[in-house]
């Protein structure tokens, strides 16, 4: 290796020098590993020295920081003479504390270094000089500025820090993609997934299969609307909004981040989501399809019911040539096939799909897809490449070779990892930036669901569920930016800032080092760096949040926050709007009665029109005591058994923190009644089907004198028809008589499994319960 010590030196316009001013504050994202601050602080203007030691001319990543230091610190190519110096370092002995990607930042009264064991590392070193500067240095320019003598040693947690960018539902081109990239650098992401296959859009240049981008990366233009299934293209109306990338360009880019330490991995989905490639093929579809639509054009269907034929040899063989082509242009180890979201209808009527079933002994259309996905990995492997798939490959059986990345929930990277597979996290409640990140009265239109900063701050990629051992398959974690409901570039931003942020400390910070009113102060920070490249972001919730505590004397303790930090909250207790002239909160507060508790914050001296209503009810079980058999899912515990019995209602959201979640079995509770008289019993449940969720069987009341010896009073068999909405389902038994038990018994029956009408039939339901109450 040609090894080269070069220095760029700048004429210098004003002595650096070290003084005793105090350092600001350091608001580096993500968190470092170990911070030491000095006394006094580092002060230069815009020409100074920097040199590079011990590293290749010809890497991508020195030029890249060259570069940056040239047009953001003023750094001119020439040589010079002077004694204010920074130093970017590689190792001559591997220092293993900070590995391939770690950095050590020295800042003393003599000048800066940077020492790393790697380019990667001096670029991260270099990612995290940027911000010691001022915020709007990127726009301003160098005027002079002071950082703080310190000492940083800094590596990542986690070795795969990704983001993923959906370009097949709206096409973005390559100076954004270019954009993107830089976005993701500035958070020391190092793995790019670029969805470039779907149902709505081809976006890949294949030499072999033309049609492929001149059919399938083209549909009807309905761009003024992000995405709807209520006007689909009619036959013949031309097709006009999409594109495609050439490989050229494609190739532009892995070398662009390259540059900046950063793999691209290419997504080409299958067996499902492919109606992009029916459009073009129609012949690798099954026998009797009789879906015709997506064999005349691309066009915003959903569900993605379209998939290749697993019964034709000739279906598998386009896709091994199309990986072929694939990996020629992105050198990296891994390729995303994805394999989700495979309806297997047409497989279930196809004769040719179930003749392979026969011939290969297998028992299921599910175990088709497991065959189809390990022969494209088999074909993966030879050419020396690692196969990831989303966490559906688990379903019919996975290869030990595979990766998964686990997007439901936590359930399928816990159940890979435990069989041995490497596992990438990127469950929907925490990483999916195309959901909501505020309340959706203020917010662009976006596909639904809410992951607010906080929420994306919460991020832990390995799941308490996994041992020490199987921890250990965990590569890291990612967010993903599906892009339905995001057509414009700059739409893109504004979802992605700043849970990009929130994403990047928890996939590179260790877990100790992570604190979210820390963290609270430097978003501020990071958010004006934002307004300096000139990014678009969302300046985050302006709801607040209300929690409440019951209490053994059958009143509720109420408190109310906000993502915002030291916000100004109005609020109200007798159900009127809150204005300006409300009480401002400051501390939790007591109710003893039924009441809508309202709250919304002041923002420059107005009234933000974000406001939280919520309806508190005193029944007589608040306060009481609560027994729960079984303990709930991880995932979806609430506040305990508490959530039953805290006034609050959960609402049409599952994961918002304020139902009890369970799958498969019965749920009871014991409540301590202490002959208080009732009339009236209530259980609230949660109905979404989509998610899987149903109502119980049944629930069953008893009641009992000594805690031990239960009589049986009612069973209520609820509504189960089929029902696209959410809805809250409140299950209502009227006693005969007022009785006055000293002791409840609630027993909640799930269904066993889900019925034949669900798309899922089959398959084991999960139960919601929130309040329990009585009257």
């Not at 270094?113 to 500067?133: K, M």
């Not at 983001?163 to 097949?168: A, Q």
């Not at 009789?290 to 279906?315: M, R, T």
């Amino acid at each position: 290796m040609k090894r080269i010590s070069l220095s760029l030196l700048i004429i210098i316009i004003a002595l650096c020098s070290c003084n005793d001013n105090k350092p600001n504050t350091l608001n580096i994202i993500p968190e470092p590993l170990s911070t030491t601050v000095g006394n006094g602080s580092f002060t230069f203007n815009s020409n100074f020295i920097f040199k590079f030691e011990n590293v290749r001319e010809d890497d991508p990543i020195i030029k890249t920081i060259s570069d940056g230091m040239y047009d953001i610190f003023k750094a001119l190519p020439e040589s010079s003479s002077g004694d204010c110096k920074i130093f970017f370092i590689i190792n001559d002995t591997q220092d293993p504390s900070i590995g391939k990607e770690g950095y050590k930042l020295n800042i003393n009264k003599k000048g800066i270094t940077i020492n790393a064991n790697t380019s990667a590392g001096l670029f991260y070193g270099y990612q995290t000089l940027l911000q010691l500067a001022p915020e709007d240095i990127y726009s301003e320019g160098n005027d002079g500025f002071e950082i703080p003598c310190l000492q940083i040693t800094d590596c990542p947690r986690f070795e795969w820090r990704g983001t993923h960018l959906d370009v097949c539902r709206h096409f973005f081109d390559v100076d954004f993609v270019k954009k993107y990239i830089d976005i993701l650098a500035m958070h020391k992401i190092n793995k790019f997934h670029w969805h470039l296959t779907d149902d709505h859009g081809w976006r890949v240049q294949i030499d072999k299969y033309p049609l492929l981008t001149s059919v399938g990366a083209w549909r009807v233009d309905r761009s003024d609307v992000p995405w709807s299934n209520d006007n689909p293209p009619k036959r013949g109306e031309k097709c006009t909004y999409g594109g495609y990338y050439t490989k050229e360009q494609m190739k532009d880019v892995v070398a662009y981040a390259k540059a900046r330490n950063i793999d691209v991995v290419p997504e080409i989905e299958m067996p499902g989501h492919t109606s992009a490639i029916l459009a073009a093929y129609p012949e690798i579809s099954c026998e009797n399809d009789n879906d015709e639509d997506y064999f005349v054009q691309v066009g915003p269907y959903w569900p993605p019911v379209a998939i290749l034929c697993a019964g034709k040899d000739q279906s598998l063989q386009m896709m091994k040539d199309i990986l072929d082509e694939v990996m020629e242009i992105f050198p990296y180890e891994y390729i995303h096939v994805g394999g989700d979201e495979a309806y297997k209808t047409n497989w279930i009527k196809c004769p040719l799909c179930q003749k392979r079933i026969k011939k290969l002994g297998l028992q299921n259309e599910e175990e088709l897809q497991s065959w189809f996905m390990q022969e494209i990995e088999k074909h993966i492997i030879a050419h020396g490449r690692k196969m990831i798939g989303w966490d559906e490959i688990l379903e019919g059986g996975v290869s030990p070779t595979a990766t998964v990345m686990s997007w439901r929930g936590e359930d399928g990277g816990i159940a890979a990892a435990k069989k041995g597979n490497s596992v990438i996290m990127v469950p929907n409640n925490h990483c999916y930036l195309d959901y909501y990140q505020a309340d959706p009265l203020t917010e662009p239109i976006a596909i639904g669901g809410y992951v607010t900063l906080k929420t994306a701050y919460g991020f832990e990629p390995i799941p308490k569920a996994l041992n020490a051992d199987e921890a250990k398959f965990i590569k890291g974690g990612q967010c993903n930016v599906w892009t339905e409901f995001i057509n414009t570039s700059d739409h893109v931003e504004y979802m992605l800032l700043p849970r990009l942020a929130a994403i990047a400390e928890s996939v590179w910070s260790s877990k100790e080092n992570k604190d979210w009113p820390k963290f609270q102060d430097k978003v501020e920070s990071i958010t004006k760096r934002y307004e300096s490249l000139g990014y678009k972001y969302c300046k985050g919730e302006f709801k607040p949040s209300l929690s409440t505590t019951s209490n053994p004397d059958g009143s509720l303790t109420v408190s109310i926050d906000s993502e915002k930090k030291n916000a100004v909250i109005h609020y109200t207790t007798d159900g009127t709007n809150p204005t300006l002239e409300s009480p401002v909160y400051s501390s939790p507060f007591n109710i003893s009665k039924s009441t809508t508790v309202k709250a919304a914050m002041e923002d420059e001296g107005k009234m933000r029109p974000n406001i939280i209503s919520v309806d508190l009810v005193i029944s007589k079980l608040v306060g009481k005591k609560i027994t729960m058999t079984p303990e709930a899912d991880a995932k979806y515990a609430g506040k305990g058994v508490q959530t039953v019995n805290d006034g609050e209602f959960g609402g049409i959201s599952y994961n918002n923190g304020k139902w009890l979640g369970f799958r498969g079995g019965d749920v009871t509770f014991i409540i301590e009644n202490n002959g208080t008289p009732a009339s009236k019993l209530f259980v609230d449940v949660l109905v979404a089907q989509p998610d899987w969720i149903m109502g119980p069987d049944y629930v069953e009341i008893s009641t009992s004198e000594n805690g031990t010896d239960y009589e049986k009073v009612s069973r209520v068999n609820p509504n189960s028809e089929e029902q696209t909405e959410n809805k809250c389902q409140r299950i209502e038994y009227q006693f005969n008589n007022t009785i006055s038990p000293k002791y409840f018994k609630v027993v909640v029956k799930a269904m066993d499994k889900l019925p034949e009408w669900h798309s899922a039939a089959g398959g084991v339901p999960w139960l919601f319960i929130d309040e329990i109450w009585t009257e």
